[in-house]
Nanobody, 124 residues
Framework: EVQLVESGGGLVQAGGSLTLSCAASGFTVDEYSIGWIRQAPGKELERVICISSNDGHRVYADSVKGRFTIYSDNVMKNTRYLHMTGLKAEDTAVYYC????????????????WGQGTLVTVSP
């Protein structure tokens, strides 16, 4: 079964840090683009960050540049992590790990697989 399982959301104070994880199964992450899309209350989906498999190109929302990064480790090769620093109240949202074709930079319209979502709440 193809799926993405997320973990790591929660409540954090403004200025704090949080790391989300996304474990993929049923396929190899390296063959796709993977990233996170978020949805704040009452707002539309926003692509936060994405790394393309074909060239390693990274795309960031302007609002998170310099604060968020995506990485992997050598142990859990089919898992990716979103490390968030300098969190702000406006980062409060449900964060979805997503996978899509290599050339689509995790655009919501082209996402093939969605994680279940994890809530990040940043208190002022």
């Amino acid at each position: 079964e193809v799926q993405l399982v997320e973990s790591g959301g929660g409540l954090v104070q403004a200025g704090g840090s949080l790391t989300l994880s996304c474990a993929a199964s049923g396929f190899t992450v390296d063959e796709y683009s993977i990233g996170w899309i978020r949805q704040a209350p009452g707002k539309e989906l926003e692509r936060v960050i994405c790394i393309s498999s074909n060239d390693g190109h990274r795309v960031y929302a302007d609002s998170v540049k310099g604060r968020f990064t995506i990485y992997s480790d050598n142990v859990m090769k089919n898992t990716r992590y979103l490390h968030m620093t300098g969190l702000k109240a406006e980062d409060t949202a449900v964060y979805y790990c997503v996978v899509g074709p290599a050339h689509t930079s995790c655009s919501p319209s082209y996402v093939d697989v969605w994680g279940q979502g994890t809530l990040v709440t940043v208190s002022p």
